[in-house]
């Protein structure tokens, strides 16, 4: 089976799931860490990063870090994942922010903290995601709590990644692809 089908069969198998039993993950009782496991990790794994680190045991050499330090000013902060592209494993390409599925994750806190991850971090995008949700944030511009929702570049439903053609999903990943590689904070509009 070509790696494109494979993908998008674990995650077809992922939504399904995620629709038969919608009460319990968005009950108050399942956790972050529930989400995580049972979902987030399984989905970036689907499209080929390697979360685990099944196939890249050096720690220096990873493209997947969780729960990675953020400095963020004077403290410092913790990004549930950090997406690195071989052979640069120091220049975060993006970052992940997970939150359980009860809450609602389209709040400026949230926001905020995503795009004080990206900013500090010189990171144009990062995403925020509870599975069911996937958030695409511009963390180019400072972080600011009053302007924090305006920095939405996409947002997806869990069943939108389901039934997307080949063709569609390339469109996406172009446009993303070139969105990563534009890293300058000083652009108005990412050119497209």
């Given at each position: 089976?070509?790696?494109?089908?494979?993908?998008?069969?674990?995650i077809g198998v992922?939504?399904?799931?995620?629709?038969?039993?919608?009460?319990?993950?968005?009950?108050?009782?399942?956790?972050?860490?529930?989400?995580?496991?049972?979902?987030?990790?399984?989905?970036?794994?689907?499209?080929?990063?390697?979360?685990?680190?099944?196939?890249?045991?050096?720690?220096?050499?990873?493209?997947?870090?969780?729960?990675?330090?953020?400095?963020?000013?004077?403290?410092?902060?913790?990004?549930?994942?950090?997406?690195?592209?071989?052979?640069?494993?120091?220049?975060?390409?993006?970052?992940?922010?997970?939150?359980?599925?009860?809450?609602?994750?389209?709040?400026?806190?949230?926001?905020?903290?995503?795009?004080?991850?990206?900013?500090?971090?010189?990171?144009?995008?990062?995403?925020?995601?509870?599975?069911?949700?996937?958030h695409v944030l511009?963390?180019?511009?400072?972080?600011?709590?009053?302007?924090?929702?305006?920095?939405?570049?996409?947002?997806?439903?869990?069943?939108?990644?389901?039934?997307?053609?080949?063709?569609?999903?390339?469109?996406?990943?172009?446009?993303?692809?070139?969105?990563?590689?534009?890293?300058s904070k000083n652009?108005?509009?990412?050119?497209?």
């Amino acid at each position: 089976m070509p790696e494109f089908d494979l993908a998008f069969e674990k995650i077809g198998v992922l939504v399904e799931s995620f629709q038969k039993n919608t009460p319990h993950y968005k009950s108050p009782a399942y956790t972050e860490a529930q989400a995580r496991k049972d979902f987030i990790d399984k989905f970036w794994i689907a499209l080929g990063w390697d979360v685990n680190h099944d196939r890249e045991t050096n720690p220096y050499e990873q493209e997947v870090k969780v729960e990675r330090g953020v400095a963020t000013g004077s403290s410092q902060r913790r990004a549930d994942y950090s997406f690195y592209l071989a052979p640069n494993f120091h220049d975060v390409l993006f970052f992940v922010e997970a939150k359980k599925p009860f809450v609602e994750i389209e709040t400026r806190e949230n926001y905020f903290q995503l795009i004080r991850y990206g900013w500090n971090s010189e990171t144009p995008l990062a995403v925020l995601t509870d599975f069911e949700q996937f958030h695409v944030l511009d963390c180019r511009y400072r972080p600011d709590l009053d302007t924090a929702l305006k920095r939405s570049l996409s947002k997806y439903f869990y069943t939108d990644l389901y039934g997307l053609t080949e063709e569609e999903v390339r469109v996406v990943e172009g446009g993303l692809r070139g969105m990563f590689l534009k890293k300058s904070k000083n652009q108005q509009i990412f050119e497209q």
